[in-house]
């Protein structure tokens, strides 16, 4: 019994020549294993989510192949790019605490001035660690084959540089604090 042959066009559709009888030739020979284990009706079913499977990894790996790198000048610069992306959040957090501040009864303090000028230096600190971040991503995957360690590396990545940020961004706010009370001292 033969595999359905739609399924067999779309691997041939989508294949290099040179691999499109060996994988169809797989197919086949799996379909077959299949029927005899399984049924004709189940057995097609399996075969097409196969199919598919290898179509879909084929559709990758040619638009990995497909796809030129950017030249040095097209290519963004991200010293300039993670910045800009981090200061929109760091805006948006400074605005929210001032806001909250407007609205309450007392209005805004000088120590609330203070709040929410500490809340864009913090979000800056993440702009500084995203290649960090970046790269230890890259050099630990979420990968089966170390899922677990990789797992765990992250996890303490993502600690450390919680405790930093937050450290960092407390002494900044600190440091703010103090010169506002000596501004108002003078």
């Known amino acids: 019994m033969s595999p359905p042959r739609s399924a067999t066009a779309l691997l041939r559709l989508l294949a290099a020549p040179s691999e499109a009888e060996i994988l169809v030739g797989d197919l086949e020979e799996a379909h077959r294993a299949r029927v ?30 497909d796809r030129s790198p950017l030249s040095r000048r097209a290519r963004p610069k991200w010293w300039i790019v993670v910045p800009l992306v981090w200061a929109v959040p760091g805006t948006v957090a400074a605005l929210q605490s001032l806001t909250s501040a407007m609205y309450s009864t007392r209005g805004i303090g000088s120590r609330d001035w203070i709040f929410a000028a500490a809340q864009f230096p913090r979000y800056m600190l993440w702009a500084a660690l995203t290649p960090l971040i970046f790269a230890a991503v890259r050099r630990f995957p979420f990968q089966t084959p170390r899922l677990a360690r990789s797992i765990a590396i992250h996890f303490c990545i993502a600690l450390l540089c919680i405790a930093l940020v937050e450290a960092l961004s407390t002494q900044i706010q600190s440091q703010l604090m103090s010169v506002a009370m000596n501004r108002t001292a003078k």
Do not use: K, N, P, Q
């Open 36 to 65: 005899a284990r399984r049924g004709a009706r189940i057995a097609s079913v399996l075969t097409w989510l196969e199919a598919l499977d290898i179509a879909f990894m084929l559709v990758r790996r040619r638009l990995r192949i």
